[in-house]
């Protein structure tokens, strides 16, 4: 009897500690739950603190401008092979590539046409490529293909990407790098100088979102990135665009991103016959016209070019901007002999009259 009183008050000890456990546990979860529920809103909150800019094609830019790049992303390279494994595959000379440079380059099939076009740049142990998200899932696929034979890993970069512009831009670049030169190492990341009023940020989300938090410009969308690309003329392939045009045809050259003395890549010999025999008839061009209703936002915007009295159709725009008082931008491959003052029109919108505008670098081939 005394065993069975003992075994009974044991049972009782063990519902207890088991309640108890119980109770923690339950506890601990409704902390963790909580905490991760505070933590992905206050993700959520530095990334919904972007707003949309409205600027006429006459109104001046901010003096500083940050925004998160979400249609832009990375693909990256480490691994003992990288630098020789890209300088096989890409248009610009991985090799010569210092670690406070950036380089403007192209990958491309066997026959010379763009997969994307990007920027290149040294990034923690390795290379980074920035080009637009839309274009990496299938530039990841064909960079991968020949990797098996190389020590390398090429994968999509899980870092945020934020753009800071403006015209006290470089100033504010100072103040969180210790180093100069066009590529920076900071606090989570990589710095890097885009144009002169133009920086990337490449860091990781802790980082990133320090960054917006503290950051004492305006927050602003990321369309004003676009604008700043097309008014720069900066070759852009994005998904609908992918191999359907040589680097030529995109200006690659004109910005320094073919080498014609670094040795054998995948299509090289067509993009060296289009600079020996003159092979490439077509060049990228910054387009400017009016609107008489929005842009599609689902398919392609296509513009005509007046032959006589009748249009033709000239092709899609790679990307482009729209301000407030109904005037666009954009950037379109074309001909290269056409008359720069030839009448362009929306195919969609035919009552408007679009031309050709100055390109902020030259096309000579010499």
Not at 291 to 303: G, H, N
Request: aromatic letters at 8%; glycine letters at 6%.
């Amino acid at each position: 009897m005394f065993d069975s009183e003992c075994n009974k008050g044991a049972d009782r000890q063990l519902v207890t500690q088991s309640q108890s456990l119980f109770k923690l546990t339950k506890k601990l979860i409704q902390i963790n739950i909580a905490r991760l529920f505070s933590s992905v809103v206050n993700n959520m909150d530095w990334q919904n603190r972007f707003s949309v800019l409205n600027l006429s094609s006459h109104d001046p830019l901010p003096e500083l401008m940050l925004t998160h790049l979400t249609g832009w992303g990375a693909i990256t390279l480490v691994g003992t092979d990288k630098k020789a494994y890209l300088q096989g595959q890409v248009t610009c000379n991985v090799v010569s590539l210092q670690e406070q440079q950036v380089t403007f380059g192209a990958h491309c099939d066997a026959k010379g046409k763009v997969w994307s076009v990007f920027r290149l740049f040294h990034h923690h142990d390795g290379y980074a490529m920035f080009q637009p998200q839309s274009a990496m899932e299938v530039e990841l696929r064909e960079l991968k293909k020949y990797a098996i034979f190389s020590k390398v890993t090429i994968a999509e970069s899980s870092d945020i990407a934020l753009g800071v512009m403006g015209s006290q831009a470089d100033a504010w670049i100072d103040t969180v790098s210790e180093t100069t030169g066009d590529v920076r190492r900071i606090a989570g990341g990589t710095a890097v100088r885009m144009s002169p009023q133009r920086w990337l940020l490449l860091v990781n989300a802790e980082q990133a979102e320090q960054y917006v938090n503290a950051w004492q410009g305006l927050h602003v969308e990321q369309s004003l990135w676009t604008r700043m690309d097309i008014e720069e003329a900066v070759p852009v392939v994005t998904q609908t665009a992918q191999n359907e045009h040589i680097p030529q045809a995109l200006n690659v050259q004109a910005v320094d991103g073919i080498s014609f003395t670094k040795g054998c890549y995948t299509g090289q010999e067509t993009v060296a016959r289009a600079k020996y025999r003159g092979i490439n008839k077509r060049a990228m061009y910054i387009v400017k016209g009016n609107l008489s209703a929005p842009l599609s936002q689902d398919e392609p915007v296509v513009l005509e070019r007046a032959v006589g009295e009748n249009w033709r159709s000239a092709g899609a725009l790679l990307t482009y901007y729209r301000f407030t008082d109904s005037i666009a931008i954009g950037l379109i491959v074309l001909p290269n002999d056409l008359e720069h003052d030839v009448e362009l029109r929306l195919a969609a919108q035919p009552d408007t009259r679009w031309h050709i505008q100055p390109l902020p670098y030259s096309l000579s081939e010499e």
